[in-house]
Structure formats: structure tokens, C-alpha cells
């Protein structure tokens, strides 16, 4: 992979400065300050904080092909609620949380060890929150084995794909929509990525590769993914 003066992969440095410009120029008024690796958003004392927010992080790293690949877990068999599921990193707004991107990032360094200043913030004005990891290397993996039963990486690109995937048709309140299943296997395990977190790492994809899916999306109305 090509490297810049600082040891960074080119291609994740044009990643950051593309998302980041999109994201100044669909968020004119946003206050954003860059801050040794990480990136934040201010907010008010007088706005108000939403307890039942949630963020996900989405990390994402070059392997030595080139390709960019994105870190995903496997919840905990003994969660009362989505166990043994597969999702992105991320949970609900602590009060010590000061935005999006401090809630992904806490979540992710207490579910898998992920270090926050290993972690490059590319877009905070939306959820899901997008960072890289410059050097994938370092990060080992710590699991908080209550919430996380594995830590495994899929092909971001693959989201975009008809490979590997099926769909379901459903219907809340007469509109119909797709509940998509990613199968990704690695080795001897198969990890199935469906319902929201695909929904997520589908748009995530289509805006990395500024290009939209092989298949129809159809999301349900009531998935709150902001562009």
C-alpha cells in the first residue's frame, strides 16, 4: 500500500480529506476543532443532551492488499436482548459523553480495548461516526467478554456487492422494505451481518465508494441511517 511522508496509507489520507469536505460543505454551520488524532464537535452547555442516543463506529483500516476493511463484533450469547448478534462497535450516550463521536469511541475501547487516540474521527456531524485506523498493527484486541463474544473485520466493499447476500421482504404499516443478510466466513466460522448494522455499513459503503449498491436497498422507514 502507498505511504505518505508519515507512514499513512494514501488512500485512507484521500478517504479523510473527501469525507471531511463533504462534510463541511453539508454541515456549513458545524463547529469542528482537530485535536491531536481525534476530531470533535462542540456543543452548547444549553443543548440539551439526548440520553437515548446512540453511535456506532465505524473503523475503518487498509489491509496489505489495499482493500478497506472495517472492524465488526459478535454480542455476548449471555445479553438479555440481540445476543449473539453481529454489530459495529457503539452503544447508547453516556452522561460524560460529549457528542457522537465520544460516545463511539468510549463504547468501542470498553467492548474490544480499542485505544481512542488509535482512532481518527473523518465525520462527526452524522450517525453512524466514521474514523480510521492508520496503523492496524497496534490495535490488539482486549474483549469485555459480558458484551463481546469475537472481534473479526469484513470487506467494506462487500456491502456493496450481491454476493453472499440474500433479503427478506417485510412490511410495517403497509410499506414494504428489505431486510438485507451479509454471510461472511472466515475460516470455519460464518458471521452473518444483517438487519441495521447491514443497513449502516450498506450507506457507509455507497458513500466511501461514491457508488450505490448492486441490489435494491429498500429501507424501512422507521431505520433513523442520516446522510
Sequence with gaps: MPLDGSGRSEKLLQLAKRIRLENRNQNPDANVTVSNSRAHESQSAAEPIERNRAAVLICLFEDESGDLRVILTRRSSK????SGEVALPGGKRGENDSDDAATALREAHEEIGLDPSMVEIINIA???????????????PTLNAAEVESV???????FLKDE????EEQEWKGHKYFRHFFDHRIENETYVIWALTAGILIKVASVVYQRPPSFEERRPPFWSIRN
Design 152 to 158: 473479526f473485520d469484513a470487506p467494506l466493499e462487500m
Design 164 to 167: 453472499n447476500r440474500r433479503q
Design 79 to 82: 445479553l438479555s436482548s440481540h
Design 126 to 140: 452524522v450517525v453512524p461516526v466514521i474514523g480510521v485506523i492508520w496503523d492496524k498493527t497496534a490495535f490488539e
